[in-house]
């Protein structure tokens, strides 16, 4: 597969390139790890997997700012079969886009087209028609349910927080108003919430204070350019990406996304245009050399893929180069990438300048770009974007300590949840409590009445003392709500009970 994906390369235009002077087939192997499922963000199409190279996916990510695989209505959702026919001894990017236009139908092409430059007419969401989407996306839900124990979690720990309308509208949004698919992108997004930012975060916004400092150096960095207040003519949200950029240190993969997962939904949270109209991706070549490739590949080619698991949409992708060195390095990225990110690029071979004024054309305001010719951000724009979304946190974050003072909003995984059935039961405070009871059992056994009381108080003691609560919910609305002390010495003293009656049926049985 990597060897195929350097042919490409080495093939795509005919003769030998400066590209295929320094990046040689070991070093395409070097920086781009085996393919597996932590890569790769749609997991409920595996044949992808196959089908694109690890450099193509590094690619990729360069391009999109983290993973942005997308699918629109109107546009077959084949994968590469088109670009794979044409033939790659002399193909180019411009071909790629030409043949998959001439697959499309008149009124698939439009669609495309409006899209690009912002003038595609948004659906109606009038209240029958968000009723019916959302009843069509629920029944999705529950048949995924069944084997993604991320979302299953979630919905355990705070249902009002996952079913709320405007969170399952932005999912809707993102995906033209499918369901299924809509409903798949929601699962995805819990399960990788989860690995990123934990139980404890799941059913919660992210903001400002849950980030570490390594994830606010990377945001800080200017790997994330992304300007809720830089947007086109239409009032898309510009996302820019510069490859002549590199991150002053070395953030972990993990850091990396995170900060890419905060930038995105704190503008999707607070812009519901954008929800609706999509996102506008611009990158910038210029400045950049041979070297910048490879180590675009070694970094972007190790990150966790998050694009599949945010609730936004590409609308229009602009790529600006100026040397022809560059060209096979997109030839290949675009032969690899998804159908409908093709179709949605744009590519524009000239001076920095000349991009500008082409950008124009698109919409994109010129006086507002934070890049200059050498391809390096202004920080202080940056800067000042993320100081203002740290304010807004801010202020959240007071209102909800006003709002909520007496609700438990974040569930840890050290706290005791009491009730019945697996999910409870299987909760990670729960398992520790139980495994400490489980220690205790045989000395307990031994001991009278009083001493059985102390040790049951001292679990209770031992289990807050690591930052435990015993939480319950409440039976008027469902909120977690603390549970007195004598109720968790109660509960305690129970488990010891159950032990003891599970084992004693286990004996009756195997006699």
């Not at 350097?6 to 030998?16: A, T, V, Y």
């Not at 079913?163 to 990788?192: C, G, I, T, W």
């Not at 569930?411 to 039961?425: A, H, K, N, T, Y």
């Not at 729960?430 to 040790?455: G, L």
Request: net charge positive; charged share 25%; glycine share 4%.
């Amino acid at each position: 597969m990597k060897r195929s994906c350097w042919n490409e390369i080495k093939h795509c235009r005919g003769h030998q390139s400066p590209v295929e002077e320094v990046l040689s087939a070991d070093m395409i192997a070097s920086v781009a790890p085996p393919i597996d499922g932590s890569l790769l963000s749609v997991p409920y199409q595996p044949q992808l997997k196959q089908q694109q190279p690890q450099f193509a996916q590094s690619a990729m990510s360069w391009i999109g700012g983290g993973g942005m695989r997308q699918h629109h209505s109107g546009v077959t959702n084949s994968h590469t079969s088109n670009a794979n026919n044409i033939n790659s001894s002399n193909v180019l990017p411009e071909d790629i886009i030409a043949g998959e236009f001439q697959q499309l139908t008149i009124t698939a092409r439009e669609q495309v087209y409006e899209e690009i430059h912002g003038v595609k007419k948004q659906n109606d969401e009038t209240p029958q028609f968000i009723e019916e989407c959302m009843a069509k996306m629920e029944r999705e839900l529950k048949k995924l349910s069944k084997t993604h124990k991320a979302y299953t979690r979630a919905l355990f720990l705070n249902r009002s927080y996952v079913k709320s309308v405007d969170f399952e509208l932005m999912f809707l949004r993102s995906e033209s108003y499918n369901p299924s698919r809509a409903a798949k992108r929601m699962v995805y997004h819990f399960q990788k919430k989860l690995e990123l930012f934990g139980h404890e975060k799941l059913t919660k916004d992210i903001r400002w204070n849950d980030l570490d400092c390594e994830t606010i150096r990377s945001l800080e960095s200017g790997m994330h350019c992304f300007y809720p207040s830089i947007k086109d003519s239409t009032g898309r949200v510009l996302s820019f990406q510069s490859y002549a950029m590199r991150p002053a240190f070395d953030p972990t993969n993990i850091c990396h996304a995170r900060a890419a997962w905060y930038r995105f939904m704190a503008t999707l949270r607070a812009d519901e245009e954008t929800q609706k109209k999509g996102i506008v991706a611009v990158a910038f070549s210029h400045g950049t050399t041979v070297q910048d490739i490879i180590d675009g590949l070694k970094f972007h080619g190790q990150n966790v893929w998050i694009g599949d698991a945010l609730p936004f949409r590409v609308a229009g992708i602009h790529l600006c180069m100026e040397s022809e060195v560059l060209r096979p390095f997109f030839t290949t990225a675009m032969r690899f990438s998804p159908t409908e990110f093709r179709l949605r690029t744009k590519l524009h071979y000239c001076s920095f300048l000349e991009a500008c004024y082409r950008l124009a054309t698109f919409g994109v305001p010129v006086h507002n770009i934070p890049v200059d010719s050498d391809g390096h951000f202004h920080m202080d724009t940056l800067h000042s974007c993320l100081y203002k979304l740290k304010e807004l946190d801010d202020e959240h974050d007071r209102m909800d300590q006003i709002l909520k003072a007496d609700r438990i909003v974040e569930i840890s995984e050290s706290d005791v949840l009491m009730g019945r059935g697996l999910p409870f039961q299987s909760f990670p405070g729960t398992v520790a409590m139980t495994n400490i009871i489980r220690e205790c059992k045989e000395h307990h056994d031994k001991c009278d009445r009083t001493a059985k009381y102390s040790i049951s108080e001292s679990i209770v003691q031992r289990i807050k003392q690591k930052g435990g609560r015993f939480l319950e919910r409440n039976s008027t609305n469902q909120e977690w709500v603390l549970v007195a002390d004598n109720v968790c010495r109660d509960r305690v003293a129970m488990s010891f009970r159950n032990m003891t009656r599970r084992k004693k049926m286990s004996k009756e049985r195997n006699t």
